[in-house]
């Protein structure tokens, strides 16, 4: 006699698939890539390659010879892994650094919880967090490799706007001093490449990443929007009270990684919380602790360690902020 197998309702299947997903992220993802190819030439796409190749690498040996499971490398999820941990890193990185980070990123963030939809921390950001303690030198190295494309028209060197303005405050200069040392423009910063990550070069190239996703939507504007709005008025509360040391909120918005963090990482699925008001209070704590690190902490950037600290409170978030129940009650008379 069969068995009869049951399952708990509703028995609701949506046209969504873990490899769609993952694959209109990347597309999501691909303006940026190629802004960076653009002024960053070979270095973009060997980081990119390295980390998606490692990534799934990595993914398959896991499955296939050590837990002896499913192979789920063709859902993309390890490809995103990869792409995204390259976005993440200086453009000058060498490769072997990425092939760390990648094999960190999926190896112990993601395969030692046991795999997608099991792991507590962004693995793109272990990988990144790691790399940045082990290798702190190397990961702030902000020197432009050449680029096909714009041969002879950058520095060989560069830094941050936000490594700028960390050091010109700590060598006790105003914000308006090293404004006008550095010829720093907030429609430069909008329309062309800053100093940053590979993923950080262009802020418009982003948000068109962020309009394709929430148009197919992949994902809810609650986080993103949440972050952004938090950063804006928690920064914006400093520059009132101190212009001449803390910059103001549109050029915390326009540099760094917070853009690339709040669309395409504190957006996970599995690491972000659930319901809406979960997703509120979880993008309100990345962008205090991001300012609150930006502001006074040792690292001109605290996106990456803003996110996984809030990872770290989802399971609290989704017990005490549970998303309503399918269907409702319907009384009668």
Same mark, same amino acid.
């Given at each position: 006699?069969?068995?009869?197998?049951?399952?708990?309702?509703?028995?609701?299947?949506?046209?969504?698939?873990?490899?769609? /997903?993952?694959?209109?992220? =990347?597309?999501?993802?691909?303006?940026?890539? $190629?802004?960076?190819?653009?002024?960053?030439?070979?270095?973009? =796409?060997?980081?990119?390659?390295?980390?998606?190749?490692?990534?799934?690498?990595?993914?398959?040996?896991?499955?296939?010879?050590?837990?002896?499971?499913?192979?789920?490398?063709?859902?993309?999820?390890? #490809?995103?892994?990869?792409?995204? $941990?390259?976005?993440?890193?200086? +453009?000058?990185?060498?490769?072997? =650094?990425? $092939?760390?980070?990648?094999?960190?990123?999926?190896?112990?963030?993601?395969?030692?919880?046991?795999?997608?939809?099991?792991?507590?921390?962004?693995?793109?950001?272990?990988?990144?967090?790691?790399?940045?303690?082990?290798?702190?030198?190397?990961?702030?190295?902000?020197?432009?490799?050449?680029?096909?494309?714009?041969? *002879?028209?950058?520095?060989?060197?560069? #830094?941050?706007?936000?490594?700028?303005?960390?050091?010109?405050?700590?060598?006790?200069?105003?914000?308006?001093?090293?404004?006008?040392?550095?010829?720093?423009?907030?429609?430069?910063?909008?329309?062309?490449?800053?100093?940053?990550?590979?993923?950080?070069?262009?802020?418009?190239?982003?948000? /068109?990443?962020?309009?394709?996703? /929430? =148009?197919?939507?992949?994902?809810?504007?609650?986080?993103?929007?949440?972050?952004?709005?938090?950063?804006?008025?928690?920064?914006?509360?400093?520059?009132?009270?101190?212009?001449?040391?803390?910059?103001?909120?549109?050029?915390?918005? /326009?540099?760094?990684?917070?853009?690339?963090?709040?669309?395409?990482?504190?957006?996970?699925?599995?690491?972000?919380?659930?319901?809406?008001?979960?997703?509120?209070?979880?993008?309100?704590?990345?962008?205090?602790?991001?300012? $609150?690190?930006?502001?006074? *902490?040792?690292?001109?950037?605290?996106?990456?360690?803003?996110?996984?600290?809030?990872? #770290?409170?989802? +399971?609290?978030?989704?017990?005490?902020?549970?998303? #309503?129940?399918?269907?409702?009650?319907?009384?009668?008379?």
């Amino acid at each position: 006699m069969k068995k009869l197998l049951v399952s708990p309702a509703p028995h609701l299947h949506g046209k969504e698939s873990t490899r769609g /997903l993952m694959r209109d992220v =990347i597309i999501a993802l691909s303006p940026s890539l $190629l802004v960076s190819i653009y002024f960053f030439g070979f270095s973009a =796409i060997k980081l990119a390659f390295v980390g998606v190749i490692t990534c799934v690498l990595v993914e398959y040996v896991i499955q296939k010879y050590i837990t002896k499971s499913k192979v789920c490398v063709n859902d993309y999820s390890a #490809a995103l892994t990869g792409l995204l $941990l390259a976005l993440n890193l200086p +453009p000058s990185s060498p490769w072997w =650094i990425m $092939l760390i980070g990648s094999i960190v990123a999926i190896g112990v963030a993601k395969m030692s919880f046991g795999g997608l939809g099991q792991n507590v921390f962004n693995p793109a950001l272990v990988g990144r967090v790691f790399l940045l303690v082990s290798f702190p030198v190397i990961m702030t190295d902000w020197s432009i490799p050449s680029s096909w494309f714009r041969a *002879g028209a950058d520095a060989t060197t560069g #830094a941050t706007p936000l490594a700028i303005v960390k050091e010109g405050l700590s060598n006790g200069l105003t914000m308006d001093q090293i404004f006008a040392e550095n010829n720093f423009s907030y429609l430069e910063m909008l329309f062309s490449k800053i100093g940053g990550s590979v993923g950080e070069v262009s802020i418009l190239a982003l948000l /068109l990443g962020l309009a394709y996703l /929430l =148009i197919r939507k992949v994902i809810r504007p609650h986080i993103p929007v949440t972050i952004i709005a938090t950063v804006v008025v928690f920064s914006g509360i400093f520059w009132v009270l101190d212009p001449s040391h803390y910059p103001d909120p549109l050029f915390n918005l /326009l540099t760094g990684g917070i853009l690339l963090g709040a669309i395409f990482m504190a957006t996970d699925y599995v690491t972000s919380p659930m319901s809406s008001r979960g997703m509120i209070i979880y993008g309100i704590g990345i962008g205090v602790i991001t300012v $609150l690190i930006r502001n006074f *902490g040792a690292y001109p950037e605290g996106i990456s360690f803003a996110i996984l600290i809030m990872n #770290a409170t989802v +399971p609290l978030l989704n017990k005490y902020f549970k998303p #309503a129940k399918f269907g409702k009650e319907v009384k009668n008379g």
